[in-house]
């Protein structure tokens, strides 16, 4: 039972950080990310694939990973944003998430397709004693979030968080002030891009194992559903939200003893309709969210 | 290559309902309706309960499925969309995501996994200036068409029609000429129900019925909407016709399997060189 329990908290730890990367991309800086399921994807696969077949170690290929995402998706707002809104922006992420999943589907030769990934290394494999790794992957997992939420603090109160807020509520007049519209926009993308490799880095090591069917829209979904519940630009609150929303999706495992004659498709197509349904309420009646964005308070006595 | 040709603009007129029903809605709605792919799978699988599990005709069960998956997304809209209409795009773009999701999984909690068909009778496909086609490639362009003309009447010639697309181009100029938008919306999301539902039935003839048939989709309906200009719908036609043939042909120099790449880069060309699309009213921003 506690090795179950580490293994959940790892798996909210790098759910947090890919939720507090959409969280900087969208919550703070107004910018709504659709391909967030086939970045990661990203994120993971470069990170394996540096280490099986680059030969880096585990400190290099996250980097790398973090590298490789973080241009993506700069490329991907820079074309994009240069000409036209956000209502295309979200189609085109949808559209470049759907062909990262496809060439991890498809590139056999670098991928090995739907067999997916295995003996992926793990960050001090071979120093760390094994029945002790679990406790170390936890503690390196909560460092590792602790770290990005402090970063993404730091930035959204830095002067550029300043710029990314008034970004998002009305370019114009960001624009108007003399903010490089475009360009905060593009390193707002980038730098959540950074983390949605982190988190991806991640997921490889500690599955040691991936395939493109664990990189399904679902990742969207609940990464939705963490920002939303958290409140948008809200960081702490997106670690919560993910939070209960991965105890929900792992505790919903358990339905599947309680309503005898279903199914694995069955469950998990009924935990995606609770998510989905989920969003759409607290998008009606909870907009946002259940902690507030951090504002500057200035005590006046 | 005339063979190729021709499987893609089948491809083409496939896409042409749903993107109609999606620059319907965009035009009515000013926002880009992710759900669309999912809605077709489901008025599919509606349609092949019907069609298959209670055994009438296709023809039968399609219509009767139209109309009701019309009224469905009335309801839909009603509990989903009413009340985020103030909200701003991005906001009912995640709504329209999260509608998606349930409702693709509504059908793969109902059929499962498993591709499933029509009970249609197989027929030899046969053969005009060397080109093989085969029946469900008749019909689907036959349907097709029909819909089509019957959706360029609605717009032109009826007074409903022509109050959609009133309410598309200036909400509150048609408001004072005395033109309720919550009726148009109702109608606006019974008609591009109607149109998925007839979209989704294709889909399943040419392919089979499994969940993701409609959001594998979405791309191209998308980069179908946005080449014609969205809210545009004769632009959503030809540029659907354009996609399907793009991309059917540009299977014989890129593996078959990143077809999707195309409809993308046709979106990416769009938005560099020409963003309003080929039939779309040049954007200004206010």
């Known amino acids: ?301 | 290559m005339l063979q190729t040709a021709f499987n893609g603009f089948v491809t083409g007129i496939i896409v042409t309902l749903p993107a109609l029903a999606i620059t319907l809605l965009f035009g009515v709605l000013k926002f880009p309706n992710f759900a669309v792919g999912a809605m077709m799978t489901l008025a599919a699988y509606l349609v092949f309960a019907l069609n298959v599990q209670l055994g009438w005709p296709l023809v039968v069960a399609t219509a009767v499925a139209a109309v009701a998956f019309g009224g469905f997304l009335i309801m839909v809209d009603y509990l989903t969309f009413k009340p985020l209409r103030e909200r701003g795009s991005i906001t009912l773009m995640v709504a329209s995501l999260g509608l998606g999701f349930v409702l693709e999984n509504i059908a793969r909690l109902g059929y499962g996994n498993t591709a499933r068909s029509f009970a249609i009778e197989l027929a030899r496909p046969f053969r005009f200036l060397d080109i093989r086609m085969n029946r469900e490639q008749m019909i689907i362009i036959g349907v097709s068409t029909l819909a089509m003309v019957a959706m360029y009447v609605l717009l032109t010639r009826m007074p409903i029609g022509r109050a959609m697309r009133a309410v598309s181009d200036n909400p509150a100029l048609a408001l004072v000429r005395g033109i309720e938008s919550p009726r148009i919306i109702r109608w606006t999301w019974f008609i591009a129900g109607m149109l998925l539902a007839i979209g989704g039935v294709l889909i399943g003839m040419d392919r089979a019925l499994e969940p993701p048939m409609g959001s594998s989709y979405l791309i191209a309906v998308f980069a179908a909407a946005i080449l014609g200009g969205l809210g545009s719908p004769l632009g959503a036609f030809v540029g659907a016709l354009i996609i399907g043939i793009v991309s059917e042909l540009s299977t014989l120099v890129i593996p078959p399997n990143y077809r999707i790449g195309i409809p993308l880069c046709v979106i990416a060309l769009i938005l560099v060189f020409r963003p309003q699309g080929l039939f779309g009213q040049p954007y200004i921003r206010k």
């Open chain 1, 1 to 301: 039972m506690i090795s179950f329990l580490i293994l959940i908290s790892i798996v909210v730890c790098f759910s947090a950080i890919l939720a507090l990367a959409l969280n900087f991309q969208w919550g703070v800086g107004g910018m709504v990310n659709f391909g967030l399921a086939g970045l990661y994807a990203l994120g993971a696969y470069a990170c394996a694939l540096l280490m099986l077949k680059a030969g880096m170690n585990t400190f290099f290929a996250t980097i790398g990973a973090m590298v490789i995402v973080a241009v993506v998706c700069g490329v991907v707002a820079f074309v994009t944003l240069r000409v036209t809104e956000e209502d295309y922006f979200a189609i085109v992420t949808l559209g470049v998430g759907e062909m990262l999943r496809l060439v991890a589907l498809n590139e056999d030769w670098l991928t090995k397709g739907a067999l997916g990934l295995t003996g992926i290394p793990r960050p001090l494999g071979d120093l760390v004693p094994p029945e002790h790794y679990q406790y170390f992957m936890l503690g390196l997992s909560v460092a590792l979030l602790l770290g990005t939420l402090w970063f993404l603090n730091a930035i959204a109160r830095s002067p550029f968080g300043r710029v990314m807020r008034a970004v998002r509520e009305d370019d114009v007049v960001a624009a108007t002030l003399g903010k490089h519209v475009l360009w905060a926009r593009v390193r707002i993308f980038a730098i959540g891009g950074a983390f949605i490799g982190l988190a991806g880095s991640l997921h490889a090591f500690y599955y040691q194992y991936i395939d493109p069917t664990q990189f399904s829209n679902i990742v969207i979904a609940y990464a939705f559903m963490a920002v939303i519940a958290g409140g948008r630009g809200a960081h702490r609150g997106t670690i919560w939200g993910a939070a209960v929303v991965m105890l929900l999706l792992e505790g919903s495992r358990f339905v599947k003893d309680l309503i005898p004659g279903i199914d694995s498709d069955q469950l998990a197509a009924i935990r995606i309709i609770i998510i989905g349904v989920g969003l759409i309420m607290l998008l009606i009646y909870k907009p946002q969210g259940f902690l507030r964005e951090y504002r500057l308070q200035v005590d006046l006595k």
